[in-house]
């Protein structure tokens, strides 16, 4: 458990009972906040397509962390190898329930993925992060990858961080 702005959090592994209230509070972060980048349309197709099933899918090949307050899921995030790279890994599926930005949630979640081993064994970790998110994760460390300041097709910014610590102990 740790204290967030107040609040207390404790993080746990992923289980398959709460798929339905994961997805439930991505598609609130599309619908009530990504969509003022995005619009509507945009993100209710995004929703649409973002159902328990493709959850299960990033829980297939991911290490998925939940983080609660009190019984409620506040918060997921997850990172897996990029491509089956052995040197780079990714972030994903990074979200806080809306009425809980700005509480530091999403700093313990950045936090977290970031004591992972398949953090630590990565020279390397990409975040496609959208542009809603782009100043949270430069404020945790991550850059544009290749310099580059640019949507890609998915309309994501893709940032990276090259860990330093790696192999130090």
């Not at 204290?3 to 207390?8: A, F, H, T």
């Not at 945009?42 to 159902?51: C, G, K, Q, V, Y």
């Not at 409620?72 to 809980?100: C, D, N, Q, R, Y």
């Not at 544009?144 to 300041?149: D, E």
Request: net charge negative; glycine share 8%.
């Amino acid at each position: 458990m740790k204290l967030v702005n107040g609040k207390e959090v404790t993080v746990r592994r992923y289980q398959e009972k709460d798929a339905e209230a994961i997805v439930s509070l991505i598609r609130r972060n599309f619908l009530e906040v990504n969509v003022k980048d995005y619009g509507e349309k945009a993100m209710r197709a995004l929703a649409e397509s973002h159902d328990v099933n493709w959850f299960k899918g990033v829980v297939s090949h991911s290490n998925v962390y939940v983080f609660c307050v009190g019984d409620e899921i506040a918060g997921v995030g997850a990172i897996s190898s990029f491509w089956g790279s052995l040197t780079e890994s990714i972030l994903l599926t990074i979200f806080v329930l809306p009425e809980l930005h700005g509480n530091g949630i999403g700093r313990y979640i950045i936090q977290t993925l970031e004591q992972d081993k398949l953090f630590l064994r990565a020279d390397r970790i990409e975040i496609p992060a959208s542009i809603t998110a782009v100043g949270f994760y430069k404020k945790q460390g991550y850059d544009y990858k290749n310099g580059i300041n640019e949507l890609d097709d998915e309309g994501h910014y893709r940032l990276e961080k090259f860990n330093v610590k790696k192999g130090v102990e």
